[in-house]
């Protein structure tokens, strides 16, 4: 049986748990917040945390598997409404993301010494280190992994980046990473016996990791199977109006921000353009600037997420590095025709020209110019959102579950641990 970890459970995590839990395999999965809105606790919490907490709930069938290390993490999101946000500094805080994961890791880890009845591990980036020693201690197969592109391969086009454009530095957290975070990333996966990446160019980043031994294995994420029933249906654009563009995603710069707003702006009044996302915790005056002049919603429910979406022509998302993108295949779900570069899931997931277009990194004059070819010619508009629709569908949470769940059981098996079979 599978000891599963991550600190915080997004959609992929979830439906790697799930699938993992409907072949048997999964024995615990370990997180910091399980919400469960019935317990007495939650019904304690003010309606705001309430609200936050929510996106912590886990799908009933897994909960007699979960078990929960709540602390560090209700500390994180405890300590801004505390006036205590210092202690949430990236990295060095008391209270950090990093610090988050940390914590985690080991009890994961001590979790491990305390039975035999796991046959392997599977943990995720950052947070692998502790669990991953334990485990080749008792000689369990070590599964990783990796959500975003490899550290190295980031560093490179993020301190470029900074250099190029020095005013939006500061949403470039990654480029802070002491050697010790990226000592220890480097040594989770030396220690891996394989590497679940979802795009290809995650797996190729990971060329550049020296201690790499572990096959690399990709399989894609999944798009919301149910979107029609969250969205109104599409208005059709009139002719001559504004192309509707829409963003949606953490607000820093290696989301290539910059490069979207100018090419917006070089269309001028042909496109309106909505940003949903989140601003990052060291201000940045160039950001600020730019969100003057759009549409934006600092965050929204998954569901208005989706309504959004529906409500425009094109989603645009030049991201400089990235690990899959999501919303990509979200935004697909929902008709809309994609933008992106060939540092996202992007060519894994459209054909150039068919349900979006491929634009390089840091090429404004190339968005802008595929804005305006889709505003100047409706008809395709249309027909690329349908494709992009047609597309998204193929790719399913379920089949994404039912392929992992697949590989870890014979990563596990090919390591020797033939008690991995459900019992």
């Known amino acids: 049986m599978i000891l599963f970890s991550h600190p915080t459970g997004n959609a992929n995590v979830r439906h790697a748990a799930l699938g993992l839990h409907h072949a048997g395999l999964l024995g615990e999965f370990w997180t910091c917040i399980n919400h469960r809105p019935e317990s007495l606790f939650s019904k304690m919490l003010p309606a705001s945390l309430v609200k936050q907490f929510s996106r912590r709930s886990f799908p009933p069938e897994l909960q007699p598997l979960m078990r929960s290390y709540p602390y560090f993490e209700l500390g994180r999101l405890l300590a801004p ?34 039975t035999d009845r796991f046959t392997g591990v599977y943990a995720y980036e950052d947070g692998a280190a502790w669990t991953f020693r334990e485990a080749r201690r008792r000689g369990l197969p070590c599964l990783y992994d990796q959500p975003i592109g490899y550290w190295r391969a980031a560093r490179d086009i993020l301190v470029e980046e900074a250099e190029r454009l020095p005013e939006w530095a500061s949403t470039l957290i990654g480029n802070d990473d002491t050697k010790e975070k990226t000592d220890r990333k480097d040594e989770e996966i030396a220690l891996a016996d394989v590497v679940y990446a979802a795009s ?77 996302g989140t601003l990052p915790l060291e201000r940045c005056a160039a950001l600020e600037k730019e969100l003057k002049a759009v549409r934006w919603i600092p965050t929204c429910p998954h569901a208005q997420v989706l309504q959004e979406m529906a409500g425009h022509d094109v989603f645009l998302f030049p991201s400089l590095f990235e690990g899959f993108g999501l919303v990509l295949l979200e935004a697909m779900a929902m008709g809309l025709p994609i933008i992106t570069t060939p540092n996202t899931a992007g060519p894994d997931l459209i054909d150039d020209g068919v349900e979006g277009f ?31 629709k047609k597309r998204a569908a193929t790719f399913t949470w379920a089949t994404y579950g039912e392929r992992l769940a697949q590989s870890v059981r014979e990563a596990c098996q090919m390591s020797g641990q033939s008690g991995l079979v459900s019992r």
Request: hydrophobic residues 40%.
């Open 358 to 388: 491929i634009v390089p990194i840091r090429s404004s004059a190339g968005i802008a110019e595929k804005l305006q070819l889709l505003r100047d010619e409706p008809d395709r508009l249309g027909a690329m959102g349908e494709a992009a």
């Open 81 to 114: 409404r505390l006036k205590l946000g210092r202690l949430t500094r990236h990295e060095h805080g008391a209270l950090s993301v990093d610090a988050v994961y940390r914590a985690l890791d080991r009890r994961v880890a001590r979790r491990l010494r305390e």
């Open 200 to 276: 290809s160019y995650t797996q190729r980043t990971l060329q550049q990791a020296p201690g790499l031994k572990a096959r690399v294995i990709v399989i894609p994420y999944g798009a919301p199977q149910r979107a029609s029933s969250v969205a109104p249906l599409r208005a059709p654009r009139v002719s001559g109006s504004p192309l509707r563009v829409i963003f949606v995603g953490s607000l820093g710069q290696r989301k290539g921000l910059s490069y979207l707003f100018e090419a917006c702006r070089q269309l001028g009044r042909q496109v309106e353009l909505t940003i949903i």
